[in-house]
């Protein structure tokens, strides 16, 4: 199934060669936010917020077709 | 050599402006092994110097500006000075930190600190050139904005590249909100302002020309190197130097971090829209605010026509667009900018002028305010034209403005008719861009800040809670903020005591936050420090000076009558959000704010019912005396 990303400041620079069409991913069917940030090489130390279709989701969220994923990380200062 | 300390001039400059007096004093080096400098040295002095209960807008308060043997400008950060004294808007402990070269330059004349007392009878302005010390007339600088003001001193000293920390008309009107400014950077929280106001100060000007004294200069030299190596490599310091604090909008409007509509949510969904509007359209370049700085996270934006037309300038940080648009419900990216533009020329705090206006918004929709009460003006949520003028009248204090001039807990107790809960704030000072209710490690940060609900001390909450920043600290029994999750309470009352204690490092060093981000912990600022004065101070001993400064701005605030209910932070800002992705979700809320104050408390060793640190602590800090 295919999902749309968006990576927000400091992570636009991961997840290079992993876009399938554009924007879109292709995935297995109920991949969970978690395996979609660790396959886009976003490392764990960073704090990440996840939008899916607008919404918050923890990572373990399981995907679906058409879903349009954000992926932000919050520094939280300034 | 001497009893000097390296890294350290040993002598304090003492202005008195009643007498004109002007004294060279020197340290006692058992006091900076303790305090260090910056926050840390100013709490000694005012804890030591200011009476009980005095008005912070009386000639008894004074101004301490401090540096530290760090404020040079080869130190990542380094470019910092801090202001303490008494806040006329909170009457508790303050500090006010402000990016610029005004620290090194200090240092460079000769003094580690200034401290400023009394009232001049008439307007003056002081300056600072080694060991020349002037008080000059200013009557023709009053009523002059603040770059004009820095524009006239500059050529009346011809020299236009001496450092100029200025107050605008709002300090001259006692503006509790009123700012100073070094160029175009604020020591922008706690009225700072009025205190300089207060004594007819208008600005100071510093110049130096000596060299620091270094301990160890090629361990020195190594330790810098070592860590700016670290700062350049760091993805976060990229992403300040491109994007700027102000980058940080989008991020935090999805995570529930940016409050909205004078807290009635912590997201708009507008943030993306509104940032790539200012990035695209107004930002000209970034800045930085001290020579040096490897990150440059300062933007330069203009607006170049128009009703919201402004200079080219330097502002619009995180905290001041968010205060003019989702505080205030306004998505006109150039009103925000203009009136980010408009606080720096009248000299206010943009937080904090931005959560009155949301306030003033709120009363008007509640009939509190009523449209004849002020002008005429729409002060209906989202009016871009309200903000320019709501600015104008509290900077002036004209109309209303003289009453919310006051800021927002004075000008509830004032306006009434139920006004109180939608007065935002924390120990008197308004609430700043970040949002407890997604990352609980926050609350107990703004209800525990010496000096109230500041965006400077919550750097320890949020940054850990979301963005999982370990600062260096887990080695010192920080929780591993991997293992933690943002909606969970418990726990977070320990956590917060050690982040507060690591992250109040900076402060007391006079260096900039933002370095702790870019990937410098303080065991690389004990390495700059130890080489510098030849101490061999480790991070576990500046922890600890962070523990014992903490603490005494703590008593100073016991001894001001504050206690455990100054701790606690405004109901709505425990609350489910009223609006926005995160109205539904159950784990968006504060439920047990006082547990976690206990659990805090009792990782202070403070007692659980007055808030005053116990004997043992005291006894342990080197502070038993007080």
Known sequence: MEVKVKLYGILRKYGEGKFDRGDNIIIPEKFPLRDLISYLDIPE???????????PQDVEYKLSEGDEVKILTVLGGG | MDKLVYGYSGKQLRISLDSGKVSVESINPQVLRKYIGGAGYGARILYDELQKGIDPLSKANKLIFATSPLSLNQIPGGGCVIVCFKSPLTNAWSESKCGSDFGPELKRAGYDAVIIEGRSENPVYIVINDEDIAIKPAEHLTGKSISEKIKMIREE????????????????????????????????????????????LMGIAVKGSKKVRVAQPERFKEAIKKAMKVV?????????????????MIANDAAGDWPTKNWQSNHWGKAEEIYNEFYNKYLIKNHACYRGCPIACGRVAEVKEGKYKTAVHEGCEYESLSAFTAFVL???VEAAIQASYLCNEYGIDTISAGAIIAFAMECYEHGVIKKKDIGDLDLSWGNPAALSEMIRLISMREGLGDILAEGVKTASKILGKGSEKFAIHGKGLEAPAHDPRSGKALAVTYGTANRGMCH?????????????????????GLVDPNTIHRWDEKGKGKSVKILQDGLIVPDILSTCKFFLYAGLTIDNYADMLSALTGWEIDGRELLKVGERVINLQRLFNIREGFNRDDDLIPERVRQRPSFGIYQDEPRCVIKDYEGMLNEYYEARGWDLITGKPSKDKLRELGLEEE
């Open chain 1, 45 to 55: 130390r960073l704090g990440k917020i996840c939008l899916v279709n607008g919404y």
């Open chain 2, 330 to 332: 306004n998505e006109n």
């Open chain 2, 456 to 476: 400077i001390h919550p750097l320890e909450g949020m940054a850990y809670d979301s963005g999982k920043f370990d600062f260096g600290l887990v080695k010192y």
């Open chain 2, 232 to 248: 350049r490599k760091n993805e976060v310091a990229a992403g300040f130097k491109e994007h700027g604090t102000t980058g940080e």
């Open chain 2, 157 to 200: 000293l011809g020299d236009q590249k001496i450092s100029v920390m200025c107050i605008g008309p709002a300090g001259e009107k006692l503006v509790k909100i009123a700012v100073a400014l070094s160029d175009q950077r604020a020591a922008g929280r706690c009225g700072v302002g009025a205190v300089m106001g207060s004594k007819n």
